[in-house]
Structures are given as C-alpha cells and as structure tokens.
C-alpha cells in the first residue's frame, strides 16, 4: 500500500504569468521564483505553485488545460477581518464575507476571492 505524506506542489495553467504572479506575490503574500528554462513558481509555506500559460504548458501537463479552473484552499494564521481588510486596501473584492466550512482538519472559517483568471481562492482559517 502507498503513503502520502502531503502535497508538494501543484500546477495552474493561467492566461497571463506576470498577471499571476503580482496578485499571489502582492496580494496573498506568496514569493516568486524562477527555475528550470525560465519557468515561475510561487512559494507559500513549504508548498509552491508551478505556472503554466495556457498553450504553452510544460509537458507532461493535465488533459485538457484551462485558466480559471481551479479551486484552492488556502489556511491562514491571520484574524480574517484583517484578511479582509488587507484585500480591501488592495482593491480584490471577496466574492462573500466570512462563513464556515470544513476543511481536512476540522471547522474553519472562509472567505472566497477570485485571481485574476477567476480560480475561486479560499482563505481559510481553523477554528
């Protein structure tokens, strides 16, 4: 039998690269970094997010490729009032206030914003 331990990266096809990485890096607070033959990736945690634009993906890559299609959770260790006052200084607008979910660990409080190719990103905080 197979044991996973956890995730360590995953990929999202985007329309714009730099797009991308100015929200994820200005916006949620994530660092970008250039590896490979010129390719990006944000880090968070010990996690990170490999970039692929769309009809340019690096090989091998999902079936079928699509900006905007993705759904994140991502957990934060800020109050989220002040998650939403920080998107607010930056101009993205929640998409709903604060409700709860849960999450693989338990019940959790969320908010949903959109990147800039409309994945729905969740920021999450447990409870």
């Known amino acids: 039998m197979i044991s996973i331990s956890h995730l360590d990266h995953l990929v999202l096809t985007v329309a714009d690269i730099q797009r991308t990485r100015d929200f994820y890096c200005g916006v949620l607070g ?54 939403m006052a920080h998107l607010q200084a930056h101009s993205v607008i929640p998409e709903t206030g604060i409700v709860e979910r849960s999450g693989a660990m338990g019940k959790m409080l969320s908010l949903y914003v959109r ?13």
């Open 115 to 127: 990147d800039p190719d409309g994945n729905l990103i969740e920021l999450s905080r447990y409870i």
């Open 30 to 83: 994530f660092k970008a970094i250039t590896f490979g033959q010129n390719r990006t990736a944000l880090l968070f945690g010990r996690q990170k997010i490999n970039l692929h634009l769309q009809g340019k993906e690096i090989s091998p890559h999902a079936r079928s490729p699509l900006a905007g299609s993705a759904d994140l959770c991502f957990i934060t260790h800020t109050p989220l009032e002040e998650v």
